[in-house]
């Protein structure tokens, strides 16, 4: 199934007004209704590296995947979709290779990533995230934060010591708990969600959630509704506007039409008898 | 910027800013700070400058070196430190405000949290007297709130503890006393200085009406016919194509498709109706 007449997807990144290069990096694939975007750290290039390679590893692997298997088709032993195995289990792919390569490698020592990759099947999307990489959503006029950060502000405010309005004002906005790369194993979160025609999903660094608020956000992704590339350009301008402090980075996805799976008949029996 | 003086017998001879991230001394013409006198070695000590962290290092000097009177191999510079490589002395001092600033800066780096720091900022709390079954969740709290500190005194090149051991600032920062608050209100509110501005519709049913672009953007035209949108930016103010076949025309000449800036009295067309834009105030 091709998904490119399904989705309309635009995208933007930019190294930001303070830092000399981007350490984002952000990939795309309509015909198989994957984005991953990726906010790469470490010293000098190395978060330019991690952050690529949980891109390219991720991409190329469900594409390769996706040629055998069909993201809807129920797994043996999870009794679920396969996409959210393929989403873990290519994720855990991505953090091998960057741990391997940050352990052999001095130069890339201590090199990691946040991620968040989405894959759109049989009106879901499945979304893997690890960090402050965000997904958030506009339906129906209303603008929401899908994720939830692994962050330590996050764990704070979860916990009742601080409120949300706080943590605009909190000093250690930068520290994840989880990310793709430090640790030889690495838990995603990865959940489904359904999704509805007319959908805007924005996944983003946290380069830009850290610079624009979320309701000039979600009006940016209204007005500009119409035209997707310019709202991708709008978001990455407005977090530069107010100091561009990090590298931005954007995916916007449109939900254009259903896209129920294809199941045939022979598919149903097999459905019914797993 | 940290910078060390130089002196002998209580006399100034230099003032050498750390301005390089390996601050070399020595006897022979290449060090950085060189100082001739056999006492010195040829490459006796250097310094390494990481943001605003600078360290002492002995690079194996005959006659050693001597910080604040103990003999080092390697040492963190503070502030008011004085070096001591024979009979000259180096005092380091550094600029009172640059840390906190560098600090902040350091701050916007991502930075990852290992589940080991909290676990022993947990046990740290545990030990500092959280005890019972209805103490776990406080002790978890507290790590947390431990965590976030030590993280930023450790995430800092490896920064000893006494350095940011002082008392760990109260959970709910106020935005006025946060460093980071001076350094990026996030989404911060349009600086008053910029102009407020408007537009004035000149034709069409609602003629004579004012509508003033107090909001980051604002959308104007017909959705499916021609929608154009006009944006606050601190450079002033823009209009943008969104969509429609037809462009938004700016004193009679339609605009492209980046983003046009707009100037006090211009006349713009969308969808249409004619309307000027002005800047209030």
């Given at each position: 199934m091709n998904y490119s007449?399904?989705?309309?997807?635009?995208?933007?990144?930019?190294?930001?007004?303070?830092?000399?290069?981007?350490?984002?990096?952000?990939?795309?694939?309509?015909?198989?209704?994957?984005?991953?975007?990726?906010?790469?750290?470490?010293?000098?290039?190395a978060g330019e590296v991690a952050s690529g390679m949980a891109t390219t590893v991720i991409t190329t692997e469900i594409?390769?995947?996706?040629?055998?298997?069909?993201?809807?088709?129920?797994?043996?032993?999870?009794?679920?979709?396969?996409?959210?195995?393929?989403?873990?289990?290519?994720?855990?792919?991505?953090?091998?290779?960057?741990?391997?390569?940050?352990?052999?490698?001095?130069?890339?020592?201590g090199m990691g990533t946040t991620l968040v990759v989405c894959l759109f099947y049989d009106n879901k999307i499945t979304v893997g995230h690890l960090g402050d990489s965000r997904l958030y959503m506009l339906r129906e006029g209303k603008f929401s934060q899908v994720t939830r950060d692994h962050s330590l502000l996050q764990e704070q405010i979860d916990s009742g010591i601080i409120t949300a309005e706080q943590a605009k004002h909190a000093q250690h906005k930068n520290l994840v708990t989880k990310a793709l790369g430090i640790d030889p194993a690495v838990d995603p979160e990865v959940h489904d969600y359904g999704t509805k025609p007319g959908d805007v999903y924005l996944l983003c660094s946290d380069g830009l959630c850290d610079m624009v608020e979320d309701e000039d956000m979600g009006m940016a992704l209204q007005a500009l509704g119409g035209n997707l590339k310019l709202a991708a350009q709008q978001l990455v301008q407005m977090a530069n506007d107010n100091?561009?402090?990090?590298?931005?980075?954007?995916?916007?996805?449109?939900?254009?039409?259903?896209?129920?799976?294809p199941r045939g008949v022979m598919g149903k029996v097999f459905g019914w008898l797993k | 910027m940290a910078k060390l003086i130089l002196s002998m017998d209580g006399l100034v001879l230099k003032e050498i800013p750390l301005s390089k991230e390996r601050t070399t001394i020595?006897?022979?013409?290449?060090?950085?700070?060189?100082?001739?006198?056999?006492?010195?070695?040829?490459?006796?000590?250097?310094?390494?400058?990481?943001?605003?962290?600078?360290?002492?290092?002995?690079?194996?000097?005959?006659?050693?070196t001597l910080?604040?009177?103990?003999?080092?191999?390697?040492?963190?510079?503070?502030?008011?430190?004085?070096?001591?490589?024979?009979?000259?002395?180096?005092?380091?001092?550094?600029?009172?405000?640059?840390?906190?600033?560098?600090?902040?800066?350091?701050?916007?780096?991502?930075?990852?949290?290992?589940?080991?720091?909290?676990?022993?900022?947990?046990?740290?709390?545990?030990?500092?007297?959280?005890?019972?079954?209805?103490?776990?969740?406080?002790?978890?709290?507290?790590?947390?709130?431990?965590?976030?500190?030590?993280?930023?005194?450790?995430?800092?090149?490896?920064?000893?503890?006494?350095?940011?051991?002082?008392?760990?600032?109260?959970?709910?920062?106020?935005?006025?006393?946060?460093?980071?608050?001076a350094h990026a209100p996030a989404a911060a509110p349009h600086k008053p200085s910029q102009p407020l501005g408007a537009i004035q519709l000149l034709s069409g049913?609602?003629?004579?009406?004012?509508?003033?672009?107090?909001?980051?953007?604002?959308?104007?035209?017909?959705?499916?016919?021609?929608?154009?949108?006009?944006?606050r930016r601190p450079q002033g103010y823009f209009i943008t194509?969104?969509?429609?076949?037809?462009?938004?025309?700016?004193?009679?000449?339609?605009?492209?498709?980046?983003?046009?800036?707009?100037?006090?009295?211009?006349l713009v067309e969308i969808a249409g109706i004619k309307m000027e834009f002005f800047l209030k105030s």
């Amino acid at each position: 199934m091709n998904y490119s007449q399904i989705l309309e997807i635009a995208s933007c990144t930019d190294p930001g007004m303070v830092r000399s290069h981007n350490e984002d990096s952000i990939a795309s694939d309509p015909a198989n209704g994957l984005v991953v975007l990726a906010d790469g750290m470490g010293g000098y290039n190395a978060g330019e590296v991690a952050s690529g390679m949980a891109t390219t590893v991720i991409t190329t692997e469900i594409q390769q995947l996706l040629t055998k298997v069909q993201p809807f088709q129920i797994d043996e032993e999870t009794r679920e979709p396969v996409a959210g195995r393929m989403i873990r289990e290519q994720v855990l792919k991505a953090n091998t290779s960057i741990y391997q390569a940050a352990q052999s490698q001095p130069q890339y020592a201590g090199m990691g990533t946040t991620l968040v990759v989405c894959l759109f099947y049989d009106n879901k999307i499945t979304v893997g995230h690890l960090g402050d990489s965000r997904l958030y959503m506009l339906r129906e006029g209303k603008f929401s934060q899908v994720t939830r950060d692994h962050s330590l502000l996050q764990e704070q405010i979860d916990s009742g010591i601080i409120t949300a309005e706080q943590a605009k004002h909190a000093q250690h906005k930068n520290l994840v708990t989880k990310a793709l790369g430090i640790d030889p194993a690495v838990d995603p979160e990865v959940h489904d969600y359904g999704t509805k025609p007319g959908d805007v999903y924005l996944l983003c660094s946290d380069g830009l959630c850290d610079m624009v608020e979320d309701e000039d956000m979600g009006m940016a992704l209204q007005a500009l509704g119409g035209n997707l590339k310019l709202a991708a350009q709008q978001l990455v301008q407005m977090a530069n506007d107010n100091g561009g402090k990090d590298n931005v980075s954007v995916i916007l996805v449109r939900v254009l039409r259903e896209y129920p799976a294809p199941r045939g008949v022979m598919g149903k029996v097999f459905g019914w008898l797993k | 910027m940290a910078k060390l003086i130089l002196s002998m017998d209580g006399l100034v001879l230099k003032e050498i800013p750390l301005s390089k991230e390996r601050t070399t001394i020595g006897r022979k013409a290449h060090n950085d700070i060189q100082i001739d006198n056999l006492a010195v070695s040829g490459e006796h000590a250097v310094i390494v400058t990481i943001l605003n962290d600078s360290f002492m290092e002995d690079l194996g000097s005959t006659n050693g070196t001597l910080v604040n009177g103990n003999p080092v191999k390697k040492h963190f510079l503070q502030n008011n430190d004085t070096i001591e490589l024979g009979k000259y002395k180096l005092k380091f001092i550094q600029e009172a405000g640059a840390q906190p600033a560098a600090a902040a800066a350091d701050f916007e780096k991502t930075m990852v949290l290992r589940p080991s720091a909290m676990k022993a900022a947990a046990e740290q709390a545990k030990a500092a007297g959280a005890t019972g079954a209805a103490a776990a969740q406080a002790a978890r709290q507290a790590a947390l709130q431990a965590v976030g500190t030590a993280a930023q005194a450790a995430g800092i090149a490896e920064k000893p503890a006494a350095v940011h051991a002082a008392p760990p600032p109260p959970p709910p920062p106020p935005p006025a006393a946060a460093p980071a608050a001076a350094h990026a209100p996030a989404a911060a509110p349009h600086k008053p200085s910029q102009p407020l501005g408007a537009i004035q519709l000149l034709s069409g049913g609602n003629a004579g009406k004012e509508l003033e672009l107090a909001k980051p953007l604002t959308t104007l035209g017909k959705p499916g016919v021609q929608v154009a949108v006009l944006t606050r930016r601190p450079q002033g103010y823009f209009i943008t194509h969104v969509e429609g076949a037809q462009r938004p025309t700016v004193n009679g000449q339609a605009i492209g498709s980046s983003p046009h800036a707009l100037k006090d009295h211009d006349l713009v067309e969308i969808a249409g109706i004619k309307m000027e834009f002005f800047l209030k105030s």
